[in-house]
């Protein structure tokens, strides 16, 4: 497999429709038992889907993906993820696309030029607002990965938050993802020295950055471990979409080894961090 070398000043490759994406996620969903809802503000149409465990004391899993509109790989993968219907025994909560917006241009920004993905300590996009008001309604999140893409990466890559110092799902992760693309090879990446290659562990006090990410967010108010997952989309769409399917299924399937239903409580290895401001 070759580098495109298409992304020049950004994405050039392929692109999708979100709402037909997101009218295939719904099909595949309400087909296999999930429910169905619409994210607040409803006027900007972006599903998102539930689905209950079957066990007590099951984790509380979520993913989300399609917060830059130029990383298709992102939606596609949760799409694919719906049709395979092989989860874990979890109660799961997906949102494929949350800048269809974004989408509907190519641009990583909503239609007001807005990085949704920069916009959580004080939200004033309509979308994460919605977002945010959206997801103080879940329980505590055990698990959270977010799908992404990084134009000029050499390759697959992924940010790990992990306040609480459990047990790291990143080499796995990373490992499955090198089975269908190249893994980013620097080791500075967006200005962050990688803590092996491809997998990023931001500083102690991560809540200190002026601009919160969705994974900041998470990780301070709502999930007790998040992943960022990034494909290099400089290469083929489908290679990306398969590797990131390929480190959310070793992510479960990592999660429930780790961590086995009952005992999740026990999987801590370190002492908690300090969050930094609620
Ligand atoms: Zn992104």
Same mark, same amino acid.
């Given at each position: 497999?070759?580098?495109?070398?298409?992304?020049?000043?950004?994405?050039?490759?392929?692109?999708?429709?979100?709402?037909?994406?997101?009218?295939?996620?719904?099909?595949?969903?309400?087909?296999?038992?999930?429910?169905?809802?619409?994210?607040?503000?409803?006027?900007?149409?972006?599903?998102?889907?539930?689905?209950?465990?079957?066990?007590?004391?099951?984790?509380? +899993?979520?993913?989300?993906?399609?917060?830059?509109?130029?990383?298709?790989?992102?939606?596609?993968?949760?799409?694919?993820?719906?049709?395979?219907?092989?989860?874990?025994?979890?109660?799961?909560?997906?949102?494929?696309?949350?800048?269809?917006?974004?989408?509907?241009?190519? /641009?990583?920004?909503?239609?007001?030029?807005?990085?949704?993905?920069?916009?959580?300590?004080?939200?004033?996009?309509?979308?994460?607002?919605?977002?945010?008001?959206?997801?103080?309604?879940?329980?505590?999140?055990?698990?959270?990965?977010?799908?992404?893409?990084?134009?000029?990466?050499?390759?697959?890559?992924?940010?790990? +938050?992990?306040?609480?110092?459990?047990?790291?799902?990143?080499?796995?992760?990373?490992?499955?993802?090198?089975?269908?693309?190249?893994?980013?090879?620097? /080791?500075? +990446?967006?200005?962050?020295?990688?803590?092996?290659?491809?997998?990023?562990?931001?500083?102690?006090?991560?809540?200190?950055?002026?601009?919160?990410?969705?994974? +900041?967010?998470?990780?301070?108010?709502?999930?007790?471990?998040?992943?960022?997952?990034?494909?290099?989309?400089?290469?083929?769409?489908?290679?990306?979409?398969?590797?990131?399917?390929?480190?959310?299924?070793?992510?479960?399937?990592?999660?429930?080894?780790?961590?086995?239903?009952?005992?999740?409580?026990?999987?801590?290895?370190? /002492?908690?961090?300090?969050?930094?401001?609620?």
């Amino acid at each position: 497999m070759r580098r495109l070398g298409l992304n020049q000043g950004g994405y050039r490759g392929e692109q999708i429709d979100p709402r037909a994406l997101q009218f295939a996620c719904r099909s595949a969903a309400v087909r296999s038992g999930w429910a169905v809802e619409v994210l607040p503000p409803a006027g900007l149409d972006r599903l998102a889907f539930y689905r209950p465990a079957k066990t007590d004391g099951a984790p509380n +899993i979520y993913l989300s993906a399609g917060i830059h509109g130029d990383e298709p790989a992102g939606p596609m993968a949760i799409l694919r993820l719906l049709e395979e219907d092989r989860w874990p025994d979890a109660h799961l909560w997906l949102i494929p696309c949350l800048n269809p917006d974004g989408f509907c241009r190519n /641009t990583r920004e909503n239609s007001e030029g807005i990085d949704l993905n920069r916009d959580f300590l004080v939200p004033r996009s309509v979308e994460v607002t919605g977002q945010v008001e959206w997801l103080k309604q879940l329980p505590e999140l055990d698990l959270a990965l977010l799908l992404h893409e990084d134009w000029e990466a050499n390759g697959f890559y992924c940010y790990e +938050i992990n306040l609480g110092g459990r047990a790291s799902l990143a080499e796995t992760l990373i490992e499955s993802a090198s089975r269908f693309c190249p893994i980013e090879h620097e /080791t500075e +990446i967006e200005g962050r020295k990688v803590d092996r290659p491809g997998i990023i562990r931001p500083g102690s006090d991560p809540a200190s950055r002026p601009l919160w990410p969705e994974a +900041i967010w998470l990780a301070v108010h709502q999930s007790k471990l998040t992943y960022t997952l990034e494909a290099p989309s400089d290469w083929p769409l489908m290679p990306r979409v398969d590797a990131l399917v390929a480190a959310i299924h070793a992510a479960l399937e990592g999660y429930f080894q780790l961590f086995p239903v009952g005992e999740a409580a026990s999987g801590r290895l370190g /002492t908690p961090e300090p969050i930094g401001p609620g």
